[in-house]
């Protein structure tokens, strides 16, 4: 018996213990004399042995048995491999790509100046799948696309550049850096956007000159919106001495200038403030603040997100009263700032938003107890995650992904994981005053106070 076999026929133990009983019906009685001692053995094990032990007490049972006990086997295991031959033919029929690789399947079947020939000139709609060949192109591939790429009609180009960006969020195999760099400088507005929003992980510094480019100079003001929401990373890369000085630099000048100019495009000023708000300029308070009480509910939410980014504890007071406010999408941005200003005072008013009649503030709420971190939190995560819609489950398993990193060593038992979240709530100041979870008021954060001195002395900032 190969070594492949035992260990798929181990796990195939694990898997389905009924399995193993009907192949010890099948033997006769002198072979379940000859072997219960092993079959005895396996049972016997302490639940506490680790998976290594399992594995070698199944491979040790299986290699005692006898060829006719181990026919039931075979034939389970080729029913199996039929069932999933057949699974590929049908995924094969729709239309599916059943290699791990879709990249490779499509250029299996076609190349680029295939591709762009059908594209051109072909009524027929292409499919997904062949648009992969798109991905990962080289510099010769590129300029062909580019020397085509307005003769694709419109209406198919958006939908090309829509349907890749979307499939990148699931297929890593997809890289569309060359083709969306084509795609910004498109005639269309509408595929200069999508361009933008697809190349949103793209840390490549030569994107701070057109993205400063379109947001300056394009004549749309989506497009400008959405270069200026892109320059945002590259100021926080700036921040964290993870890009050169004069590049951040140049990114949060562009930025300034657009918050700066009050006949900018609402919109565009923004989005500009939230990207700058990354940032150490000494007169962002100045601006958040402006922001914060203009008259525009865009300048209103834009205030909030940035007062979240800017990581600055002078905002608690606005953000906490905010968490209460009559418009949902107030209190949407609300719970993300205290979400990333980790405000931890307001976990139980955040709990309480779990039951918000806004599936948007709902959400928000689950994120921001991701970032809060804490038992009290951890427990209404997983009460979401087990109860909740199948967004709001998605959203909660996420939120504990990240309170596992923040919150949690991750040597310790479960019992000693709540033990010390506990113990760590019992010595949390922002935790205390409460009554529970369900009361509406709130002892304030004496941080709070603490932290408006110390900066009020740092500098006078109203002036």
Same mark, same amino acid.
């Given at each position: ?5 035992n ?41 506490e042995?680790?998976e ?7 491979l040790?049972?299986?290699d ?9 086997t075979?034939?389970?295991?080729v ?20 290699l ?41 591939e ?14 198919r ?20 850096g ?12 509408a ?19 057109q ?72 007169g ?23 007062? #979240? ?19 949902a ?29 806004e599936?948007?503030v ?7 107890l991701?970032?809060? #971190?804490?038992?009290?939190?951890r ?16 959203a909660?398993?996420?939120?504990l ?5 923040d ?49 009020d ?7």
């Amino acid at each position: 018996m190969t070594p492949k076999k035992n260990e798929r026929d181990a796990r195939g133990h694990r898997r389905s213990g009924p399995a193993a009983n009907d192949g010890d019906k099948r033997a006769d009685s002198t072979n379940d004399q000859q072997f219960a001692a092993p079959a005895d053995d396996v049972e016997d094990m302490d639940e506490e042995q680790s998976e290594d032990e399992l594995l070698a007490a199944a491979l040790f049972a299986e290699d005692a048995l006898s060829d006719e006990m181990l026919v039931g086997t075979a034939e389970d295991l080729v029913d199996d491999e039929l069932d999933d031959l057949r699974a590929l033919d049908s995924l094969e029929k729709l239309g599916h790509v059943p290699l791990a690789d879709p990249v490779a399947a499509a250029r299996a079947r076609l190349s680029v100046d295939e591709l762009l020939a059908r594209l051109v000139g072909s009524a027929d709609e292409v499919a997904l799948a062949d648009l992969f060949v798109l991905s990962d192109i080289s510099r010769v591939e590129a300029d062909a696309v580019d020397a085509r790429w307005e003769e694709i009609p419109v209406a198919r180009r958006r939908r090309v550049v829509r349907e890749l960006v979307a499939g990148a969020d699931d297929i890593i195999e997809l890289l569309l850096g060359r083709l969306l760099r084509i795609a910004l400088r498109d005639s269309d507005t509408a595929v200069r956007q999508l361009a933008i929003e697809g190349l949103w992980e793209d840390d490549d510094p030569a994107l701070i000159g057109q993205y400063v480019q379109l947001l300056n100079n394009d004549p749309d003001t989506k497009v400008r919106a959405a270069a200026a929401s892109a320059l945002g990373p590259f100021v926080l890369a700036g921040e964290l001495d993870e890009l050169d000085a004069a590049m951040a630099m140049r990114a949060e000048e562009a930025l300034l200038a657009v918050v700066h100019n009050s006949s900018e495009p609402v919109e565009v000023q923004a989005r500009a403030l939230e990207s700058v708000a990354y940032s150490g300029e000494a007169g962002l308070r100045q601006l958040i603040e402006d922001a914060y009480y203009a008259p525009e509910e865009e300048m209103r939410l834009s205030a909030l997100r940035a007062m #979240g980014r800017s990581a600055d504890t002078r905002w608690r007071s606005m953000v906490r009263a905010e968490l209460t406010s009559p418009d949902a999408a107030m209190r949407v941005e609300a719970a993300l700032a205290a979400g990333e200003l980790e405000i931890k005072a307001v976990t139980p008013q955040i709990i309480m938003m779990l039951a918000d009649e806004e599936l948007a503030v709902r959400l928000a709420a689950i994120e921001a107890l991701g970032h809060l #971190g804490g038992k009290r939190a951890r427990t209404a995560l997983r009460t979401m995650a087990n109860e909740g819609s199948d967004e709001e489950v998605e959203a909660a398993e996420i939120a504990l992904e990240e309170m596992l990193f923040d919150d949690v060593d991750p040597v310790l038992t479960a019992e000693e994981e709540d033990a010390a979240l506990e113990e760590a709530d019992d010595h949390d100041p922002d935790s205390q005053g409460y009554g529970g979870a369900g009361d509406d008021e709130y002892e304030d954060d004496p941080d709070d106070d603490l932290d408006d001195d110390a900066d009020d002395d740092a500098d006078d900032w109203d002036a």
